[in-house]
């Protein structure tokens, strides 16, 4: 029987890492309150430290349709992290700490758990 955990952004990229690299995006994250986020660290994308499978980040890359979706108080902790560059739009360089509230508070990230 399979149900789901529910981990931090800290755990969910020490689960993902190595996995994502050959799309260079690791799967989007499923969140508590039914969203889906995309949170990237990685050599390609805006995180501390920019490189592949770090054992901990300082910050991450978080987007996604619906990023905006949860409550508003931690959604506004995201805004001095906005990057738009043409059509895209996402949050560069976000601190950990501001990603776990947000995450958080969105129900946290749902893995299969067996």
């Known amino acids: 029987m399979t149900s789901k955990a529910v981990v931090s952004v800290a755990k969910w990229l020490a689960i993902t890492n190595g996995t994502h690299l050959k799309d260079d995006v690791r799967e989007m994250a ?46 506004w902790a995201l805004a001095p992290y906005l990057y738009e560059r043409g059509r895209i739009v996402l949050f560069a360089k976000v601190p950990l700490d501001v990603a776990e509230h947000y995450v958080r508070a969105r129900g946290g990230i749902l893995v299969a758990h067996t």
């Open 30 to 75: 499923r969140l508590g309150d039914g969203g889906t986020l995309s949170i990237q660290a990685s050599r390609y994308h805006h995180c501390e430290p920019q490189i592949d499978n770090a054992k901990h980040y300082r910050s991450v890359e978080i987007g996604g349709d619906a990023v905006l979706d949860g409550p508003a108080d931690p959604s």
